[in-house]
């Protein structure tokens, strides 16, 4: 379970988080929902462990365990995976040579196995083909040149292969046609499991069309301000963010 | 201009200070202050060094200045030489190895590629031990429609102090693709002068310093357009840590009617410590009015957004701080054209970085 309490966070002395209380259980999909602003993406950098997004009050520990005190790599090699909302170029590091780094580093950190060239490439192989990605675009560069859907398309595969388990997606829907949104939801649902655990961060609610979440929280001002079942980000749709604003206020 | 900066050990008032202009930011006299003593004889196997197996062809190599056949040529400075013709496409090494406490050695070569050839020449500084003063010179002459692909590696002590110029002559349709990898020496400086014909002759000539400790790196180059339709480009790169100083210096020079020039040049370095230094002097001086010149500068960190990024997936900083200068750094060596050189220069920089 990942279990946040009573979470601060700032950023450059500016308080953006403000108390932020929530749980997820295993094996669950919350949607965190807001308006701009709201510190959505703060909360995703903050529980990944970005520079700069200083936590000066509350506890997140996810299985029980303190993520606060590790660097971004423990915290990976614990489970945590961030989709990025703009992945970010990597010029001149192979997309491959950078997810098998990866892969081999969290494994090490992990006290396990590294895996070999070859079994590497047949699980990418699998993996790229689930996700209609052409495999020869794995041998550029990471991110750099790619479409926004192929970005996205590259965070859902280093998820697959990497195997997470706390997925935080950030705005992964933005920049995503239909077809791509299908195809990457597809991704992200093929990954849900009962060990798993995912934060799906949003401003819309059409993407819970196709990851349907258990849970839905609406996040204003840097606090969790409503909490529902997905009929929640229905009405969210419908009425706007606007109700939630003077509460936070 | 270029022969009052010419170096001769035997000579100290040959020795420039930063008062020289284009001398500022490598100031030989600081360093030295009297004509070294003439370092001694050594012993190098001929088929070594850095290249071993790639080369082909001729392999020259200078021990302390001195060529197999036991020439000292701190004293004959600008006599001795070597003249290479090959008339295929070839692969020819010169190596310079340098090993002494404190002597000073001198060689001059000339180097000639005939009309039509091609060579990659594999060019290594091989410094073993010792605070030596090494001072090397080549002439080059690509003749007609010839090609020369030149590499160099320099794997220079931290208490050397080395001066390598070469001086290029390039003719119509000729071509003169450079690249120079270096990790710096206590002061070292590579200058390539090229005089650039046009009509149609092309050059490229790209660097790379990787420095550490107290090293100093001075990539200098000056390139002259006399003749219309010739294309320059230029991409150097550079990474500096702890207290260690990059300089690039690199003028393009276009002389009246050397219309349709295409003249590019890049410098980029990362300072990766508080206390690391790259100076940068990149001049474009133009005569001719048809001309296409450019150049960029940029002297920064590594990116933040993109060590996060790596770390998030599970690369630890220090993973990730050297998968990114590395590949900042291996843009400048995937423009080596030849496949085997450019494999081994990847080696020795994943070695040297």
Same mark, same amino acid.
């Given at each position: ?72 790599? /423990? ?21 491959? *040579? ?103 961060? *949003? ?33 969210? /749709? ?12 | 201009?270029?022969? %009052? ?23 030989? #006299? ?8 003439? %370092? ?15 080369? +082909?062809?001729?392999? !020259? &190599?200078?021990?302390?200045?001195? +060529? ?22 070839? =692969? ?89 990898? +270096? ?46 339709? $010739? !294309? &320059? ?10 207290? %260690?100083?990059?300089?690039?210096? $690199? ?46 500068? +940029? ?12 770390? !998030? #997936? ?14 900042? =750094? ?24």
């Amino acid at each position: 379970m990942l279990s946040i309490s009573n979470f601060h966070v700032s950023v450059a002395d500016t308080p953006i988080l403000k108390g932020l209380t929530l749980d997820v259980p295993a094996g669950e999909v919350h949607a965190i929902m807001g308006p701009n602003g709201a510190g959505k993406s703060t909360l995703g950098y903050a529980v990944s462990g970005r520079p700069g997004y200083e936590a000066t009050e509350g506890t997140v520990t996810w299985r029980g365990e303190d993520l606060l005190g590790l660097d971004p790599a /423990e915290r990976a090699a614990k489970g945590v995976f961030l989709s990025f909302q703009y992945p970010i170029e990597i010029p001149g590091v192979p997309a491959l *040579t950078f997810v098998r780094t990866a892969l081999n580093a969290q494994k090490r950190a992990r006290g396990e196995a590294e895996v070999s060239a070859p079994e590497f490439l047949k699980q990418v192989k699998a993996a790229s083909k689930a996700l209609k990605m052409d495999f020869d675009m794995l041998k550029r560069p990471l991110n750099v040149g790619f479409s926004g859907g192929e970005k996205k398309r590259m965070e859902i595969l280093q998820m697959a292969l990497l195997e997470p388990s706390l997925l935080i997606l950030d705005e992964t829907d933005s920049g995503l046609d239909i077809d791509a949104l299908r195809i990457v939801a597809d991704g992200v649902n093929a990954l849900r499991g009962p060990e798993r655990s995912m934060l799906v961060i *949003t401003h819309y609610q059409r993407l819970l069309d196709y990851i349907k979440p258990d849970k839905v929280h609406v996040l204003a001002a840097g606090k969790i301000v409503a909490s529902g079942g997905p009929e929640l980000a229905h009405q969210l /749709e419908a009425e706007g963010y606007d109700k939630y604003l003077p509460v936070a206020a | 201009m270029n022969l %009052a900066t010419r170096i001769d050990l035997n000579d100290v008032s040959s020795f420039p200070s930063r008062r020289v202009e284009q001398w500022k930011y490598t100031d030989v #006299r600081r360093y030295l202050r009297e004509v070294p003593a003439a %370092a001694e004889r050594i012993d190098v196997e001929v088929d070594g060094g850095p290249f071993r197996a790639l080369c +082909t062809n001729e392999y !020259q &190599t200078f021990g302390n200045g001195r +060529t197999h056949e036991g020439d000292n040529l701190l004293k004959g400075f600008g006599r001795k030489g070597l003249t290479v013709r090959p008339d295929a496409p070839l =692969l020819d090494a010169i190596r310079f190895v340098s090993d002494s406490a404190f002597g000073g050695w001198q060689a001059s070569l000339g180097y000639t590629v005939g009309p039509n050839d091609h060579v990659v020449l594999l060019e290594s500084y091989e410094g073993r031990a010792g605070a030596y003063i090494a001072n090397a010179a080549i002439n080059f002459v690509v003749l007609e429609g010839g090609r020369l692909d030149r590499i160099v590696l320099a794997d220079d002590t931290a208490e050397a102090i080395s001066i390598s110029r070469a001086d290029v002559t390039l003719s119509e349709g000729s071509e003169f693709n450079q690249t120079i990898l +270096t990790t710096g020496a206590k002061l070292q400086r590579f200058e390539t002068n090229v005089t650039h014909p046009g009509h149609g002759a092309t050059v490229r000539a790209d660097g790379l310093y990787a420095l550490t400790g107290d090293r100093h790196a001075d990539l200098t180059s000056i390139v002259t357009h006399a003749g219309p339709d $010739g !294309q &320059t480009s230029q991409l150097i790169k550079g990474v500096v840590r702890d207290t %260690a100083r990059g300089v690039f210096q $690199g003028k393009i020079v276009v002389e009246r009617g050397a219309d349709g020039t295409d003249a590019r040049m890049g410098h980029h370095a990362l300072i990766l410590s508080d206390r690391g230094e790259v100076d940068a002097k990149p001049e474009l001086i133009i005569y001719a009015d048809d001309v296409q010149c450019a150049h960029g500068n +940029t002297v920064g960190n590594l990116d933040e957004s993109a060590l996060f990024y790596m770390q !998030q #997936r599970g690369l630890s900083a220090e993973e990730a701080r050297a998968l990114l200068t590395r590949a900042f =750094l291996f843009e400048v060596v995937d423009r080596i054209e030849h496949e085997g050189a450019r494999e081994e220069v990847r080696t020795w920089l994943m070695e040297s970085s």
